[in-house]
């Protein structure tokens, strides 16, 4: 279960825009200071590079469609972007394909179930069924632009590099320890093989989806690259049109209902704003027309979640007013 702990906070409502830089810095301040000393959830211990990281890392940082960015904590500290790299690789491939062939050849329905499922694709007849859990995920990448696995991966890195705003790097440990120990995800893509679904060789792409998933990222650069999604695809540091405004509203869609791996529906009930959380501790959270959040904090909840991530992001929601369902009653109708 999500918990959180700001009944007391007023809910500012969801229009309008972010406070002011002073105001934004001073409650993200806040918020660290009430969480850092949290320590439940355990770090991601499945893929062995990533167990070694210290569990008392913690950052939080808010990006503005105008491009103000305020960072706290370990905001600058490096990570693996994991699962977090799925939405925008689903943006940049529903960039070049298409919202229909998106739609068809993928899925956006929530699976209900984990995200390395495989009976996910045996219940739904060999369908990935959506971008964010791995079959989808490794079926995206699959549809990256490019002649060769080579030129697939650099169309990716440069379309990430856009999302954030500087040119992402590698980790190669992560990289060689998820290689080492993905037997999983190359049968959940030699699975959709076997239903027709995968046009590519799957030893190629989980390769590929590997390296993606290994980009180091801070948490200044999910929240450049959520207030990318936030500001109809337009980096507001960089000046630079990433995906179109369609592409953002396909992918925030998607965020929102299977963002959160099994738990979506109840982040979308207590916090209220699409987001995508990486076993690498990061999440990031969009605000659509207002801005994004990233944060990391290395241990997670069962589902996969970081754990101080999910409380700051709950307590953000309403003092920053993120939450997308928040209105307020008319004058004099309250
Ligand atoms: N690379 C990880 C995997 O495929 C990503 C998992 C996650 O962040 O949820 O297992």
Excluded at 244 to 249: A, D, K, L, N
Excluded at 270 to 283: D, M, T
């Amino acid at each position: 279960m999500f918990k959180t702990d700001t009944d007391h906070i007023d809910q500012r409502v969801s229009t309008g825009a972010l406070p002011d830089l002073d105001e934004t810095l001073g409650l993200l301040r806040e918020v660290h200071e009430r969480y850092r000393g949290l320590d439940d959830g355990a770090v991601a211990d499945y893929i062995p590079a990533l167990a070694k990281v210290d569990p008392s890392l913690f950052g939080i940082s808010a990006c503005s469609v105008d491009g103000h960015v305020a960072d706290v904590g370990d905001a600058r500290h490096e990570f693996a972007i994991e699962s977090a790299s799925k939405a925008f690789v689903f943006a940049l491939v529903t960039d070049a394909l298409g919202h229909d062939a998106i739609k068809k050849r993928i899925g956006v329905n929530n699976t209900g179930l984990p995200f390395n499922s495989v009976m996910a694709i045996e219940l739904n007849h060999g369908s990935a069924m959506n971008p964010l859990v791995n079959a989808g995920a490794i079926s995206a990448t699959a549809l990256m632009p490019g002649k060769t696995p080579d030129e697939q991966w650099h169309h990716l890195l440069a379309g990430l590099s856009a999302f954030a705003g500087r040119e992402l790097t590698l980790d190669t440990e992560v990289y060689e320890s998820e290689m080492a120990t993905n037997q999983r995800n190359l049968a959940l893509a030699r699975l959709l093989q076997s239903y027709g679904n995968f046009e590519n060789d799957p030893t190629e792409m989980v390769d590929v989806y590997t390296r993606q998933c290994s980009l180091r990222v801070t948490a200044h650069d999910l929240a450049v690259m959520g207030a990318t999604l936030a500001d109809g695809g337009v980096n507001p540091v960089t000046g630079a049109h990433v995906v179109s405004p369609r592409v953002c509203r396909d992918t925030l869609a998607v965020i929102a209902t299977s963002g959160m791996y099994e738990r979506s529906g109840e982040w979308m009930f207590e916090i209220g704003i699409p987001a995508k959380s990486g076993v690498g501790g990061g999440i990031v959270a969009v605000a659509p027309g207002k801005g994004a959040v990233g944060t990391f904090s290395p241990p997670l909840d069962v589902a996969g979640n970081s754990v101080r991530g999910q409380y700051a992001i709950g307590h953000l929601s309403r003092s920053l007013g993120l939450n997308v369902f928040a209105s307020a009653a008319r004058e004099g109708m309250a």
